[in-house]
């Protein structure tokens, strides 16, 4: 028997003995033994959650382990990369081919660098508002690089930085 069909039997043994359709003794006993019933499921259901809680916790804690280790592989790839890339601008190398790999120098797209944003935001705001995105404000760097390509804006420069490269065969 389910959980609401003992609580449905309880509210219409209570229901039967409010109209004197039963007596004492046959609503205590009912009564009785359908709140045994009743513990009896509350109880496995409560052992029940117990379980689903205690695989939460592990999946959570299994989650934090894998987002650890994610991150220490991630460290040490770029710390690999950074090691390699040192490497070949010490020897003036800018491209390596083996049977299995080609690490290389890639240009990667310019990028705007702000000296101090806070002065920036100030001297945008009362001069040039369509540089600015208007969230927390926030620079519209798009529109800037554009602006940068033609004019200097004290304070901030045009860049272009290289990272490395690795191709699997």
Known sequence: MKLYEIDEKILNLMRLYENEEIDLDTYIDTMSSLEFEQNKK??????YIKQLVAEEK??????????????????????????V????????????????????????????????????????????EEWLNYKKPDINKTVLKEYLK????????LIREKTIQIKWK
Do not use: P, W
Request: a negative charge; aromatic letters at 8%; hydrophobic letters at 30%.
């Open 58 to 83: 592990a999946l959570k804690e299994e989650i934090d382990n894998l987002t650890k280790r994610r991150k220490t592989k991630q460290k040490a790839i770029k710390n690999l990369k950074d090691y």
């Open 42 to 47: 509350i109880d496995n259901i409560a052992c």
């Open 85 to 128: 890339a040192y490497s070949m601008i010490t020897n003036g190398t800018d491209r390596i081919e083996t049977s299995r790999n080609i690490v290389s120098f890639r240009n990667n797209a310019e990028k705007v660098v702000i000296d101090d944003e806070e002065e920036f935001l100030k001297y945008a705001m009362e001069y040039h």
């Open 150 to 157: 033609n004019d200097g804006i004290y304070g901030v420069s």
